[in-house]
């Protein structure tokens, strides 16, 4: 707490009084507004907004960004949220053509020992049909190895 200021003038009588809590909280305002241009002052502490979790629907205090309360229980799920998301997949199995829903991200056949297989054979197939075509580095058509050859 600042106290007030008072003014006089040369006769002793007095003139102004100045609130000094106000004159020294506009004082720090510039100072801390320069402050905050540094790296300290960008790296101080933030105001704080009012966030819901999006676990258990608790509301708290936070940045803006921050999507969780900060109990290890929410900050857990939502890292396995985030990596297996609860969402599935519909696709048709690239062999068989048969319907199939995954909650994996890359699957491309049906699952059964027959699809998987060609699947697989088809897939080396194309490997070394890519080897075949590039030798020693240079690709057939690349018009920079061309250039090179001539």
């Not at 510039?30 to 960008?42: F, N, Q, R």
């Not at 940045?63 to 297996?84: D, E, F, H, M, P």
């Not at 070394?128 to 240079?138: A, M, R």
Request: glycine fraction near 6%; charge should be positive; charged fraction near 35%.
């Amino acid at each position: 707490m600042i106290h007030d200021i008072k003014v006089f003038n040369p006769k002793g009588e007095l003139v102004n009084v100045i609130n000094g809590q106000k004159l020294h909280d506009a004082k720090y305002l510039t100072i801390a507004k320069s402050v905050s241009k540094t790296t300290w002052g960008k790296s101080a502490k933030k105001q704080k907004t009012r966030v819901k979790c999006v676990v258990c629907k608790k509301e708290v205090f936070g940045k803006v960004n921050q999507a969780t309360c900060g109990s290890n229980k929410c900050i857990y799920v939502r890292a396995l949220l985030k990596k297996s998301p609860k969402s599935f997949r519909i696709f048709n199995c690239t062999e068989c053509n048969i319907k199939v829903e995954t909650y994996h991200h890359n699957k491309k056949t049906c699952g059964s020992d027959k699809c998987f297989k060609s699947n697989r054979e088809r897939g080396e197939k194309l490997r070394i049909q890519k080897l075949e075509e590039k030798k020693h580095g240079f690709q057939k058509n690349s018009k920079r190895n061309k250039k090179r050859h001539t």
